[in-house]
């Protein structure tokens, strides 16, 4: 197949960025969704359904825990899926309509429970809510999957940052509509909120990016075209014939496999004891309300999105692994100078002091979105193609497991040890991450020195 042909635009391996955003809409959805879910879900329990804190925890955990069986076992069935929409597309499409009509049906028994509350009512809406899950989960690890099924794997790196960035979009949609429609304004006085718009604006932009999915990517015609891109390249393939005929990971690649894995579920401990502890830890160390916490949270949540394009163009250049050993370095760095300040911070944010750890804050962000982009693809980089989904589940396995842990874990630390551990926690599992990948030899992008007139090319 002649090269300009390669998936619909990608020349001399190019990247196609019109339809990886294409193929980003999925992730958009899911992100979109999640946000939102994370966010009023837990109010309803609380507000309406007068659940504790104990058990409204336990629900918003159950999505982790049933994430690690059902990720890499819809991943897997989706890989032997010979659907003639494509191997994904089935489980995007009845999966986002499931979760649309499930989730369309969470506010309004919130409004009828609290018009006439009943046993039946509270029980039906955790039915509902544990069926979404499950919904969510089918098609979560086919959706990530659809990326590098159509992306040369020297390009998932670069196609990965728009996929995150698609997601970062959905994420910012969600909390532009929420600030506006439920502003503390509108919101005042009331006994109850109802929530049925924002639900139905939300289910609104998933369907949309499912239309969008649904209507522009041909999984079918690209996935073949990206079949006869690895028949060409041979080289791409770390699998060996075991003499049965069958292929599978060399021992080298496994033992990297495992490393990578390993170093994912270690940094996803470190950054989410900062999602979910910082607030905490800002308000009584600091003494600072929710919404000053929350603006240094979304200081690195923007060095994170700024940083989404620049980290995959930075792995092609250098190789994912030492992008991602900067990302680590980077944010190990900020906790140590963030424990430093903690130990001799006053007591009061001055201009200089509260811009000082805004800019560790960024740098964070920045290490983050080094590390996230080029991760998956590292893991992915290990399998054959038709192994995608199946290894895009061990990615989110590992990564969900450490977002199980690490609230108790670094909760506890807090409560027992003391407010003082919050940053060197973050910090010891950074540097075990920057330990264990020095042991990954597998899954970086090839990266090919250019040579003569051609190495001016990128200097314009």
Known sequence: ??????????????????????????????????????????????????????????????????????????GGISDRCKNKMGRRKPFILFGTIAAVILMLMLPLIDNSYFANPSLGKEILFVGILGALLVAMGTYRSPAVALMPDI??????????????LMGAVGGILYLLISSVLYSSSKVAGLEHVNYF?????????MLAALCI?????????????????????????????DGSGNNELPKDVKRSLA????????????????????????NVEWGLALGSANMFLTIATGGAILCYIPSGALAAKIGRKKTILLGVALMATCFVASFIFYLTFSGTFTMKETIFFYILLFVVGMGWAFINVNSLPMVIEMCKGSDVGKFTGYYYTFSMS???????????????????????????????????????????????????????????
């Open 1 to 74: 197949m002649p090269a300009r042909k390669i998936l619909g635009g990608i020349t001399n391996m190019k990247l196609d960025t019109k339809k990886t955003i294409q193929v980003g809409f999925a992730f958009l959805s899911i992100c979109a969704f999640w946000q939102m879910y994370n966010g009023i879900v837990p109010l309803i329990l609380k507000s309406t359904f007068n659940m504790n804190e104990t058990i409204t925890g336990a629900i918003m955990a159950a999505d982790n825990v049933l994430g690690l069986f059902l990720l890499p076992l819809f």
């Open 151 to 164: 992306t040369p794997k020297p390009l998932r790196s670069q196609a990965n940052a728009i996929i995150n």
């Open 197 to 205: 718009l924002l639900f139905l604006i939300v289910a609104g932009i």
């Open 213 to 241: 999915v649904m209507i522009t990517v041909d999984e079918v015609k690209l996935s073949k075209e990206m079949a006869d891109v690895e028949a060409a390249h041979p080289e791409w393939d770390l699998t060996e014939d």
């Open 259 to 282: 490393f990578i894995l390993i170093s994912v579920a270690l940094w996803f401990i470190a950054y989410n004891a900062l999602e979910t502890w910082f607030t905490t830890f800002a």
């Open 402 to 460: 450490a977002q199980i842990v690490t609230p108790i874990l670094c909760g506890a630390l807090l409560r027992y040890v003391g407010y003082g551990t919050f940053f060197p926690y973050a910090f010891v599992f950074m540097a075990l991450a920057f330990v264990t990948m020095q042991f990954v030899k597998h899954g970086d992008g090839k990266v090919e020195a250019k040579k003569g007139l051609a190495a001016f090319e990128e200097m314009d």
